[in-house]
Structure formats: structure tokens, C-alpha cells
């Protein structure tokens, strides 16, 4: 009766498992799963590259995660644009797999589905991190694309970020979580025009295409809320504009920032502050009319 009974509790465990492996896209529909292969086998195609069921299986889970931008894509984009789009993501990812010696071909963490609603181009990086960096969240002219991956990118591997073109640049913000702590990364995306930005949280971009991830570059940085009435407003730190309008935030270098807001029609609010590492600045301001 006690081995029957072991036997059974093993049952449920090896059951639950197995339940839980089987989770990872099981809400999507029969039919959702055909579209996104035959999407996937096409774009391949057009991308000249091999597919296999890993690879179909990433996309899968990544639909799973962001199942709401998934249907709305298939509900507002044809399937020719969602096909090139996808065979352009596929394309940069396969021509820079010579960057990394751990990369591996079918990680798709960095992949969302509302990049394929815009025709946009992408600049690679190749991570460089103590441990596996969960993507969290991307900021790109001014749209927020949040991730849920339950998995993080390894180091080493390289990961994808959005860019206007292979030749105009154009800022872009990237969360990642590192153990439980966060880590940001602000910097300048586009393949032929690469510099740092004004605001790398630490991790520094540098022209050999790493993206630098550490947990205790973040702590060494200060925080800026900027919240003003009206909204949508510019930014100015120390007298470069920020890529994102108000109501906005940054994690930026210690040291002496200079904040400007301007609106037209409004007078320019300017102040002047010193932070030091782990300090908060909030600004929130009521603009005046000329």
C-alpha cells in the first residue's frame, strides 16, 4: 500500500512537469500556430535560412508572453508586411552571428511583436553581462515595447535593438533585470552611426558593439522624474535633448545636471542640481504661458 502509494505521488509529480513544460504556448490557438509558421517558413525563405522546430517554438512562446500585441498584429498587418518584417529581424540576427562565439541561433527573447506594425531596421550588440539579463522593457522614438520572457539572454549572446535605419541613428533605452536588481542601458542605435549618449546608466556602448550590464553601474547612477503640466514637452539635460517628452525619467552619471523644459507657447523652465550616486531628483512643474 506505502509503494502504491509513492508510486502514485510519483505519477503527479512526473505529470505536473510535464503539464508545466507544456505551458509555455499552450494558449495559443491550433490556428494561431499556423499562421506563425507559415509566416516563419516564408520569411526564412526570403532570409535564405534554415528553420527548424526550436526556432518555431521561440516565436510560439514569444506570441504566449505578448499574446495581445501577437493578435493585434495578425488583426492590422498583411501578411506580407508581417513576412518581410520578420525576415528582416531574422536577417540582421543571422549576419551577426560571427560576433559571438556563444550565440545561439534561435534565441528570440529580443524579439517583439509590434516591431513588425513598423518598417524598422535593428542594430546588433552582443551582450556583456556577469549573469543572464531578462529584457524587461524598450524605449525607441517614443513607443515603450514591454517583455515578458520568463527566461533571461545569456551572456555572450547577441541581442537585437531598434533602429531608424542602417545609416541614421536614433536613442534608445533598454531595462534589463540582472539577478533582482535592475540595469538600464541608454545609447545610440544604428548600424554606421554609433556614439554613447548623454545618459548611459552605466553600461557604456561602445564601438565594438557590447552592451555592458552590470547590477552595480546602476546603483552608481542618480534618477530624474520630470513631470510637467502641460505635457509633452522637451527635455534638456545639461543642454542635449532627451530622447523621450515629458512626463519622462532618466537614470543619469553623478555629478551636476542642468534640466530644461520647453514647450511652445510656454516660458522655459531651467534649474540646476548636483546628485550623488543613488539620489533622486522629481521635478514637477506647472508651465507658464508667455
Known amino acids: 500500500m506505502k509503494m502504491s502509494t509513492i508510486s502514485f505521488l510519483t505519477l503527479l509529480i512526473l505529470l505536473s512537469v510535464s503539464n508545466l513544460a507544456a505551458q509555455d504556448h499552450n494558449n495559443l490557438s491550433e490556428s494561431d500556430k499556423q499562421k506563425i509558421s507559415e509566416d516563419l517558413t516564408l520569411a526564412a525563405e526570403k532570409a535564405n535560412i534554415s528553420t527548424d522546430d526550436w ?12 499574446l495581445k500585441f501577437y493578435r493585434h498584429v495578425y488583426k492590422n498587418v498583411k501578411q506580407e508586411q508581417r513576412v518581410d518584417r520578420l525576415s528582416q529581424f531574422l536577417t540582421t540576427k543571422e549576419q551577426f552571428t560571427f560576433v559571438s562565439d556563444t550565440y545561439y541561433a534561435h534565441h528570440m527573447d529580443d524579439f517583439h511583436w509590434r516591431y ?60 534589463f533585470q540582472l539577478r533582482n536588481q535592475k540595469a538600464l542601458w541608454t ?12 545618459a548611459p546608466i552605466w553600461p557604456k556602448f561602445s564601438s565594438t558593439t557590447d ?7 546602476t546603483r552608481r547612477g542618480c534618477e530624474i522624474y520630470i513631470n510637467s503640466e502641460p505635457s509633452n514637452a ?57
Do not use: M
Open 187 to 198: 545609447g545610440w542605435t544604428g548600424r554606421t552611426h554609433v556614439r554613447e549618449h548623454i
Open 234 to 290: 522637451t527635455v534638456y539635460f545639461n543642454g542635449e535633448e532627451w530622447y523621450s517628452k515629458t512626463n519622462t525619467s532618466a537614470v543619469l552619471d553623478t555629478g551636476s545636471w542642468e534640466i530644461k523644459i520647453c514647450l511652445e507657447g510656454y516660458k522655459d523652465w531651467i534649474e540646476k542640481r548636483s546628485l550623488s550616486a543613488g539620489e533622486s531628483w522629481t521635478i514637477d512643474v506647472r508651465l507658464d504661458k508667455k
Open 55 to 66: 526556432l518555431l517554438k521561440a516565436l510560439y512562446n514569444s506570441a504566449h508572453s505578448q
Open 116 to 175: 513588425i506594425e513598423n518598417d524598422i531596421k535593428y542594430s546588433p550588440f552582443k551582450l556583456d553581462s556577469s549573469t543572464a539579463a531578462k529584457l524587461v522593457k524598450v524605449e525607441f522614438e517614443g513607443k515603450q515595447y514591454d517583455f515578458l520572457n520568463d527566461k533571461g539572454i545569456q551572456p555572450g549572446s547577441i541581442i537585437l535593438l531598434p533602429a531608424i535605419s542602417d545609416q541614421e541613428g536614433a536613442n534608445c533605452s533598454a531595462t
Open 211 to 217: 552592451l555592458k550590464l552590470a547590477t552595480t553601474w
